[in-house]
C-alpha cells in the first residue's frame, strides 16, 4: 500500500524550530519528490517546497526560503521539514505530498498539526 | 508568481446538479500543469485530476476537466453526496511556487 506516514502534533513556543518527518512505504523512495504544503485553520493551501530524495536536492518556495530546510534519510524512506524561528501565524497543519513528474500530488500524508503559542 | 483565482467562493446546490467550478490563471499555463484536488473537513486533499483532463486512480467518471491557457473547469455532471467538500485547482509545472487556487466550497442548499 502507497502511503506517507507523518510525525505526531507539536507544539513550539515563538522563535523555537520545528522538523516534521514524512515516512514513505510501498513505493520506491528515490524516484518521486516530495512536496511539502501548508494549511493554516480555516484557509487554502500553501505550497512550501520539493525534495528530491534521489539526489537531496530542494527548491523552496521564496517566502520560506531562510527558514526551511527540507532533508531526507533513504535508509528508512523518510524526509524531514525543519522550519525555524517560528511565529504565531506559522500555525497550521503541514502536510507531504508525493510529486510524480506526470503531474499533480497523488499520495498526502495525513497531515501534521504545528501550533505556535507562548 | 502564477495567481490563481477561483470562483465562485462558495456554491449551494443539490445532489443530482451539475456543477461547473472555474479556475483562472493570471498567466498562461501549460495544459500539463493543472490539476484539482478536492479536500473534505479534517482530510488531506486527494488529487482528482490532473494534466487538466486526466481522472486519477479510482476518481469516477462524474468528475471531468477541461481549459487551456488561462482559464481551466472542474465539471461534476451529478453531484452525489460525498462529492461536497472544498475543490482547489493547482498549477504545477514550470517554476515554482506551485501555487493553489483559494478553493471553492460546495455546500448542500
Known amino acids: 500500500q502507497v502511503q506517507l506516514v507523518q510525525s505526531g502534533a507539536e507544539v513550539k513556543k515563538p522563535g523555537a524550530s520545528v522538523k516534521v518527518s514524512c515516512k514513505a512505504s510501498?513505493?520506491?523512495?528515490?524516484?518521486?519528490?516530495i512536496h511539502w504544503v501548508r494549511q493554516v485553520p480555516g484557509q487554502g493551501l500553501e505550497w512550501m517546497g520539493w525534495?528530491?530524495?534521489?539526489?537531496?536536492?530542494?527548491e523552496y518556495a521564496e517566502k520560506f526560503q531562510g527558514s526551511v530546510t527540507m532533508t531526507g534519510d533513504t535508509s528508512i524512506s523518510t524526509v524531514y521539514m525543519d522550519l525555524s524561528r517560528l511565529r504565531s501565524d506559522d500555525t497550521a497543519i503541514y502536510y507531504c505530498?508525493?510529486?510524480?513528474?506526470?503531474?499533480?500530488?497523488?499520495?498526502w500524508g495525513q497531515g501534521t498539526v504545528v501550533t505556535v503559542s507562548s | 508568481e502564477i495567481v490563481l483565482t477561483q470562483s465562485p467562493g462558495t456554491l449551494s446546490l443539490s445532489p443530482g446538479d451539475r456543477v461547473t467550478l472555474s479556475c483562472r490563471a493570471s498567466q498562461s499555463v501549460g495544459s500539463r500543469f493543472l490539476t484539482w484536488y478536492q479536500q473534505k473537513p479534517g482530510q488531506a486533499p486527494r488529487l482528482l485530476i490532473y494534466s487538466t483532463t486526466n481522472r486519477a486512480t479510482g476518481i469516477p467518471d462524474r468528475f471531468s476537466g477541461s481549459g487551456s491557457g488561462t482559464d481551466f473547469t472542474l465539471t461534476i455532471s451529478r453531484l452525489e453526496p460525498e462529492d461536497f467538500a472544498v475543490y482547489y485547482c493547482q498549477q504545477y509545472g514550470g517554476s515554482p511556487p506551485y501555487t493553489f487556487g483559494q478553493g471553492t466550497k460546495l455546500e448542500i442548499k
Open positions: 525534495i528530491n530524495p534521489n539526489s537531496g536536492g530542494t
Open positions: 510501498g513505493y520506491p523512495f528515490t524516484a518521486y519528490y
Open positions: 505530498a508525493r510529486g510524480p513528474n506526470w503531474g499533480g500530488f497523488d499520495i
